[in-house]
């Protein structure tokens, strides 16, 4: 769209005002309708935002294509169709580098950035029978799922307990944080790994 935009600025073509003018109001009567039916749900998907984001963004250039439309017809400004058109491209590439960020987190599998991480490992340190976490890794599976992997130390007393241990992580894991995926691995404080780090990469 920039390079044809870029192509009108130096060669502008005869365009038909009334045609830019109707097909904008149609335009923008069907965007606004679908924008306003997408505002609600967008606050929390990743999808509905892009789509409404789409829609709004759409809207905006069909004000713009009217509002273009009457200055060629009444000024036979010309020069105004590629204009927009670049504005139009421009807007576009905007909210898709602003939108982009999330998703390439998601399919990184990158750390949620709504989880105070701190805040799980205190959690899961207060569980029963926990000794000691390393080797934490927080993982972005979805739009709203979060997963995480541990290593567990338990307690000498809690280690023929192992089910109600990780029964206790769970529920703490999914009541407190919304986390409801955890891979597990216990350690015996025998055999467990020494001077170990909290949080492992990822």
Do not use: C
Not at 81 to 88: F, K, N, Q
Not at 156 to 162: P, Q, R
């Amino acid at each position: 769209m920039i390079y044809e935009g870029g192509m009108r600025f130096i060669d502008p073509p005869e365009i038909k005002g009334w045609w830019v003018v109707w097909l904008g109001i149609i335009a923008l009567v069907v965007d606004g309708l679908t924008a306003l039916l997408t505002y609600s749900m967008q606050k929390d998907s990743v999808n509905i935002r892009a789509l409404f984001l789409h829609n709004l963004s759409d809207a905006f250039a069909s004000i713009a294509v009217v509002v273009g439309g009457a200055l060629i017809l009444l000024y036979d400004m010309r020069w105004v169709d590629p204009a927009i058109t670049i504005g139009i491209a421009s807007y576009i590439l905007y909210l898709g580098l602003t939108e982009i960020g999330g998703t390439i987190r998601t399919l990184m599998l990158g750390s949620p950035l709504d989880i105070d991480t701190d805040s799980v490992i205190e959690a899961l340190s207060n569980v029963e029978g926990v000794l000691d976490l390393h080797h934490v890794h927080f993982w972005q599976m979805g739009e709203h799922d979060a997963s995480l992997d541990a290593h567990v130390v338990v307690e000498i007393s809690a280690w023929n307990e192992l089910e109600k241990v990780k029964g206790g992580i769970k529920r703490t894991l999914e009541n407190e944080f919304g986390i409801t995926h955890s891979t597990l691995e216990f350690e015996h404080p025998d055999h467990s790994h020494k001077d170990a780090h909290t949080y492992g990469h990822g």
